[in-house]
């Protein structure tokens, strides 16, 4: 009786896997890549900075309402989308989000010393970004990804930093 051979199955795709499969469709390109690769933190630091201006106060925290405002919310929504996708991918959001929180806090100081208010900062990045990206779908020759499915918006930075995992051989 021979034996039979048994065929590997392959694993079944998570949902984050499947994300990128489905974001990876809209970013082949090269040109397209290297612009997203700058883009994608230009523009999550951008947004986050425009949702941490709105003057939204808490004021039931009493003393700690000013360490609080409508991006803590944000931030903590996302971040619950972002464990439950990948926990390990989370861990690097979560370093980029108290990298863009300090930064984002110095641009405030830069604001009161006399500087340009740091919404229009973020503003002017988020131009930046967004006009950048556009040319990068022009030489993908394609709509962006989150006109398909807003979740994209989500998704980039995730993307972004499964690439920076790979580099340094990280599974996540």
Known sequence: MAKKKRVP????????????????????????????????????????????????????????????????????????????????????????????SYFIVQLEYWEKAGGLAMWMVCLILLAVGWLSQWIGYKFEGKRPSFFTELKFLLIGPLWWWSKVFKKVNIKY
Not at 67 to 79: D, E, H, P, T
């Open 9 to 100: 199955q392959p694993k079944p795709l998570r949902p984050i896997d499947k994300h990128f499969l489905q974001y990876a469709a809209y970013h082949q390109h090269p040109t397209n890549v290297i612009i997203h690769w700058i883009c994608i933190p230009l523009i999550a630091f951008a947004l986050l900075g425009l949702v941490w201006s709105v003057p939204l106060q808490f004021d039931f925290l009493g003393k700690y309402k000013g360490y609080f405002n409508l991006a803590s919310i944000l931030i903590g929504a996302v971040m619950y989308y972002y464990i439950r996708l990948s926990p390990l991918l989370s861990y690097g959001m979560f370093l980029a989000i108290v990298l863009f």
